[in-house]
C-alpha cells in the first residue's frame, strides 16, 4: 500500500486521511502541522500516521494548509530530499498549478485536487464524503492514480481543462454555493419585515427551494425558472423595488442586480415578452437604484 504524509492536518487534511486510512487507499505516514497538538490531535481522529514522521518517505503529499501558507508550506518541501515520482497534491480551490512553482525541476509530479464540498466539521464531513466531487488538473499519471484513489473513497472525479483559470473557477463556485444562504437571508430579512419568523420563512421557503434547486439541476438554469420576471411582468418588479429600497436600499440594490440577470436568462428561455423584459432592464440600470 502506498504511504500519505498529510502537511495541514485542519478540516479538509484530516477528514480525507481518515477516509483514505479506513478504506486502507493509503498507509498514513507523516502528519505535520506548525503546532504539535494539532498534529497529535489529527492523528486521534484519523486513527493512523506518525506525528514526527518525514514526509519525505511518503509516495503521495497531501498539502492542505490554509490558501496563505500554501507556497511557503511547499518551498519548504522543496527543499526536503523527496523520492522521485513522489505525487504532491494541494486542495486549494483558488490556487492552481502555479502553487507548485518552487518544485519545477524536481523528480516529483504536481497535481491539484479540489474537493467540492464545505468541510466545516470533519466527522460530519467524513460521514457525507460519498458523491463529493473532485477536480483534479496537473501531471496526467498523478491524475489518475490520485483520481482512482478518490473513487474508493466514494468520490465523484473530473479533470478539469489544462490551463484552467483558477480564480475564474473558484469564483464560479463561489457565486453558486456561497451566494446561494446570502439569497436565502435577504428572503428571511424581507420575511421579517412583514412580521414572519425565521422559522415561519424557512417553513415557507423549504419546499420551492428544493424544487427550484431539483428543476435546475435537472433542466438547467433557463427551463426551471418561473417569476414575474420570467414572465416579464415589469410592474410587479417595480412594487418590488419600490418598498425594497424605502426599507432598505442595500437590498434593494441587490434584488435590481439579480432581476436584471434573470430577465436576460428569461429571454434565453424566450417565454416573456420583449418589451416586459426590456422594461425590467431600464427599472434595473444599476445607477437608477
Ligand atoms: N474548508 C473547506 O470547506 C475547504 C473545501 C475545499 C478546499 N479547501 C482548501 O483546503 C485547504 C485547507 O483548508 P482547511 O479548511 O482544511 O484549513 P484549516 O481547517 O484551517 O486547516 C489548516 C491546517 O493547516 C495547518 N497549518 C497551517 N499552516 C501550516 C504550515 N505552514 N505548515 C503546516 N501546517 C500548517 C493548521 O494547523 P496549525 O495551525 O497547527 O499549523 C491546520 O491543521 C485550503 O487550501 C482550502 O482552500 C477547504
Same mark, same amino acid.
Given at each position: ?116 464540498? $464545505?468541510?466545516? /466539521? @470533519? =466527522? +460530519?464531513? #467524513?460521514?457525507?464524503? !460519498?458523491?463529493?466531487?473532485? *477536480?483534479? %488538473?496537473?501531471? &496526467? ?103 425594497? $429600497?424605502?426599507? /432598505? @436600499? =442595500? +437590498?434593494? #440594490?441587490?434584488?435590481? !442586480?439579480?432581476?436584471?440577470? *434573470?430577465? %436576460?436568462?428569461? &429571454? ?22
Amino acid at each position: 500500500m502506498k504511504r500519505l504524509a498529510i502537511i495541514g492536518p485542519g478540516k479538509v487534511g484530516r477528514t480525507l486521511a481518515k477516509l483514505f486510512h479506513e478504506a486502507q487507499v493509503f498507509e498514513i505516514g507523516a502528519i505535520v502541522a506548525r503546532r504539535p497538538e494539532t498534529a497529535a490531535d489529527a492523528a486521534d481522529f484519523i486513527g493512523a500516521g506518525r506525528v514526527k514522521g518525514d514526509p519525505a518517505e511518503a509516495d503521495i503529499i497531501l498539502v492542505s494548509v490554509p490558501d496563505p501558507e500554501l507556497e511557503s508550506a511547499l518551498a519548504r518541501l522543496a527543499l526536503c530530499d523527496l523520492k522521485p515520482d513522489t505525487i504532491i497534491t494541494h486542495t486549494s480551490g483558488a490556487r492552481g498549478l502555479e502553487a507548485f512553482a518552487s518544485l519545477t525541476g524536481l523528480p516529483v509530479r504536481c497535481v491539484c485536487t479540489h474537493p467540492v464540498k $464545505a468541510f466545516s /466539521d @470533519p =466527522d +460530519r464531513s #467524513v460521514a457525507t464524503f !460519498a458523491g463529493t466531487m473532485v *477536480t483534479l %488538473d496537473g501531471e &496526467a499519471s498523478a491524475q489518475a492514480e490520485l483520481a482512482s484513489a478518490f473513487q474508493a473513497i466514494g468520490a465523484q472525479t473530473l479533470a478539469l481543462p489544462d490551463g484552467i483559470d483558477r480564480t475564474l473557477y473558484h469564483a464560479a463556485i463561489v457565486f453558486m454555493a456561497n451566494h446561494l444562504p446570502t439569497l436565502i437571508q435577504a428572503g428571511l430579512e424581507t420575511f421579517a419585515q412583514v412580521g414572519i419568523s425565521r422559522a415561519d420563512g424557512l417553513a415557507i421557503a423549504g419546499p420551492i427551494l428544493r424544487d427550484t434547486l431539483e428543476a435546475v439541476l435537472g433542466r438547467g438554469p433557463a427551463a426551471a425558472l418561473t417569476g414575474p420576471v420570467a414572465r416579464g411582468d415589469a410592474e410587479t418588479v417595480s412594487r418590488h423595488l419600490e418598498k425594497l $429600497a424605502a426599507a /432598505d @436600499p =442595500d +437590498r434593494a #440594490v441587490l434584488y435590481a !442586480a439579480l432581476a436584471r440577470a *434573470t430577465a %436576460d436568462l428569461s &429571454a434565453e428561455k424566450g417565454e416573456a415578452s420583449v418589451d416586459g423584459l426590456l422594461a425590467i432592464r431600464e427599472l434595473t440600470e444599476p445607477d437608477t437604484n
